[in-house]
Structure formats: structure tokens, C-alpha cells
């Protein structure tokens, strides 16, 4: 048996017939960028997410950007991420020209630390970045009080979090602004590059729609220094498509997870995994299926062992942001943030897409285990 990690055929042959009369269309009305198509997906996504706005952009990256700029965030300000994310989130706000603030990780849901940002604040901490990783959303409640009492921002990065909920609200819907990813592989992906911030502040929409576009409510006029993050119509018809699935195709991804975590119990009672844990008060729609190896066990054996047996797993992501070369200037030292590190030396990703079948998962929950037992006699 030969199992997929992503599978996008499944999906993009869903709405392959309908993407291509509407291509004709545009091919037709040589509007390529920002027409209809990005239009309507804006106001079925901000429906979706259950806010007033969405700013379709280029990518998720670019939506991190624009939202910080948009809410004045630069030179001489703080703002507090993940040590645990994918390096999108930090690059983000150096980006802006302010300064990451690493916090820690929870060591049971593995999303920002609240106790942790408390001890991450300064004077110059202007905004902190709850990041849903993995698909689950980050304790929003409780940073929702932090950033009340010492008067910061909060912003979501649901670029791993298209449909979760927490307390009944949708993942971009409970910050200040929320920034999204369609990069392919993600829960909603495009056929190429996109990403979307959702906010209910209009005035903030209006910001952002502003930065999109160089700065311009019309065309030559420049009120801001923008640039160009904008949406192409061919990406606004496919998300747009696509949408209409995503909640069946989360439920698929919740079911093949139920499946893994009934198969890989046994496993974690005996002290060999730890498995992804499910908050309660939120639906986690599992972008990623990540599992930790526990006591040492080495994740390149197992990842080897599997490949072995045509199961391609990976690692999400090999290294935290204050070990990454790239952020060397910030002065942190290993040790500094050990949950994070202790997961990100221990995760092993495992197949997760919404065509993944009941078979598939047993065999990989078999393999798994027939590791365990080869490595412990
Ligand atoms: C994918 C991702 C991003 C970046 O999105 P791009 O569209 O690839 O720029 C940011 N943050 C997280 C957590 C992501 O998973």
C-alpha cells in the first residue's frame, strides 16, 4: 500500500469542471486580478468565519504582514509569538521592523502559553500572535484577558485553522484581526499562492484593502505606502469552490483522527507517544496529525521505518524560532523555551487529508506499532 501525506487530486477534481467554465470566463474578460471572483470569495470567507471583513491577499504571510502594518505596528515595538510555529509568524513581525517576544508553549494542547506571554511583556509589547498550530485553536479566552489588561493587540494566525472553534466561535473571529493561508497544502488551499485577513473592524479592513493595493482608493491616488499583495481571480474562484466543501472536508480529517487516536491509545498508555490533545472547549480540524515520541525514541528511525513501508511522514517543524539562525539576533539560547523545543525534537506529522481512508489509517497505526515493538525487544 502506497499512502499519500496530502492529497490534493480528491479535492481539486471536486471542483475542476466548474473552475474551468469560469476560467473561460476570465480568460474572456482579461480581468485577472481582484475582479468578481476574489469579491465573492471575500463575503462567503468573512460568512464563513462569522466576521464583518475579509481582505483577500496574496499569502498567508503577506496577511500577517498587512495586519501588523495596518495596526501600526514598527520600529521600536514588541510583539509576542510562538516559540513553537511554522518561522512565517516571526518573520512577520521582523518584517515590520518590530521585535519578536518568544513564549513558550502549553505541553498539552502545544499552542501559546498564556502564563508564558505574561512573563514575555514589556513596555514596548504592543501585540501578541496567538498561533492555532497544528488546527486547534490557542487559549483565546484567556489571552483575550491579557491583551485587555496591558492594552495590546491580539492577532490570530489561522493559517493552519480554516472552521476550528473555541467556545462556538470560528477561528478568525476572535482577535483583533485574524490572517489566513491558502497555500495548497492547507485545510482551504488555492491553486497557488493566497492568504486573507478577517476582522470585524471595518476601519481596519479598509486599512488593509488600502496596503493591498499601494496605498490606493483609486487608481494614481496614493494616500498610504502600500504595495502589491493582492489576490489573483483564478485563486478567488478556486477558494471560492472549494469553500462550499471545507466543512465535510474537516469532518473527513476529524474522523480519520478519531481512527488514530482509538488505534494509537495503547501506544500512549504505554509511554511511547504522546498524541495530539483535544482542548474541549474547541474543535480541533487537524491541518496536521502530529504525534511526540516519548523517552527518547528516535523520530528519523520511525519516519525511516514507515517510509520503509510506503507511509511518507514528516516533521513539523524540525527546529523553534529562537534556534533558527535566521533569529540568532534575539538573543535567546537553547533551553530558554524547553516545551516547545522538547516537541519540536520529538513531533513526527503523520498522513492527514480529508480522502485519507479507514484502511490507510490502520495500516499506518500498524506500522507504527510494529516499530515500537521492534525497537523495544
Ligand atoms: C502556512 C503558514 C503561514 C504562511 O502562509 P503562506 O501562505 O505560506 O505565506 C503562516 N503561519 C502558519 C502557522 C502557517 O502554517
Known amino acids: 500500500m502506497k ?6 487530486r480528491e479535492q481539486n477534481s471536486r471542483i475542476y469542471e466548474q473552475v474551468k467554465k469560469a476560467i473561460e470566463e ?23 468565519v462569522g466576521v464583518k471583513e475579509c481582505v483577500a491577499v496574496q499569502s498567508g504571510t503577506s496577511a500577517l504582514i498587512l495586519a501588523l502594518k495596518a495596526l501600526g505596528i514598527g520600529a521600536g515595538d514588541e510583539v509576542v509569538v510562538p516559540a513553537a ?9 521582523e518584517w515590520v521592523g518590530a521585535r519578536v517576544r518568544l513564549a513558550d508553549i502549553d505541553p498539552h494542547t502545544w499552542t501559546i502559553d498564556p502564563a508564558s506571554v505574561e512573563r514575555a511583556l514589556t513596555p514596548r509589547t504592543r501585540a501578541i500572535i496567538a498561533v492555532h498550530l497544528y488546527g486547534q485553536c490557542a487559549h483565546m479566552d484567556a489571552l483575550r484577558e491579557i491583551a ?31 490572517c489566513f493561508s491558502f497555500y495548497p497544502a492547507k485545510n482551504l488551499g488555492a491553486w497557488g499562492e493566497g492568504g486573507a485577513c478577517t476582522t470585524n473592524n471595518s476601519q481596519l479592513a479598509e486599512k488593509i484593502r488600502l496596503l493591498r493595493d499601494h ?14 499583495f493582492r489576490m489573483e481571480e483564478l485563486q478567488g474562484l478556486v477558494l471560492k469552490e472549494k469553500l462550499r466543501y471545507l466543512p465535510q472536508w474537516n469532518q473527513a480529517r476529524q474522523q480519520a483522527a478519531r481512527l488514530y487516536a482509538e488505534m494509537l491509545t495503547p501506544l500512549a498508555q504505554e509511554g511511547f507517544l504522546q498524541l495530539p490533545h483535544c482542548a474541549p472547549e474547541g474543535s480541533h480540524v487537524y491541518h496536521l496529525y502530529v504525534v511526540s515520541l516519548k523517552n527518547g525514541y528516535d523520530r528519523h528511525h520511525l519516519i525511516e521505518f514507515l517510509a520503509s513501508r510506503g507511509i511518507p511522514a514528516a516533521i513539523h517543524y524540525p527546529q523553534p524560532i529562537h534556534l533558527l539562525p535566521a533569529f540568532g539576533h534575539l538573543g535567546y539560547r537553547k533551553g530558554d523555551f524547553p516545551v516547545a523545543e522538547h516537541l519540536f525534537s520529538s513531533c513526527v506529522s503523520l498522513p492527514m487529508h480529508e480522502a485519507l481512508t479507514a484502511t490507510e489509517v490502520c495500516a499506518v497505526c500498524d506500522a507504527i506499532k510494529e516499530f515500537f515493538v521492534s525497537v523495544t525487544v
Open 3 to 8: 499512502v499519500a501525506f496530502v492529497n490534493l
Open 26 to 48: 476570465i480568460f474572456a474578460s482579461s480581468a485577472f486580478v481582484s475582479g468578481r471572483h476574489v469579491a465573492e470569495f471575500e463575503r462567503d470567507f468573512a460568512r464563513f
Open 85 to 93: 510555529t511554522f518561522v512565517a509568524t516571526a518573520e512577520a513581525v
Open 148 to 178: 485587555q489588561k496591558h492594552n495590546l493587540y491580539l492577532i490570530e494566525d489561522a493559517a493552519q485553522a480554516h472552521g476550528a472553534t473555541h467556545n462556538g466561535r470560528q477561528a478568525g473571529s476572535m482577535g483583533d484581526v485574524a
Open 215 to 228: 496605498g490606493s482608493p483609486r487608481k494614481y491616488e496614493h494616500v498610504l505606502v502600500g504595495g502589491n
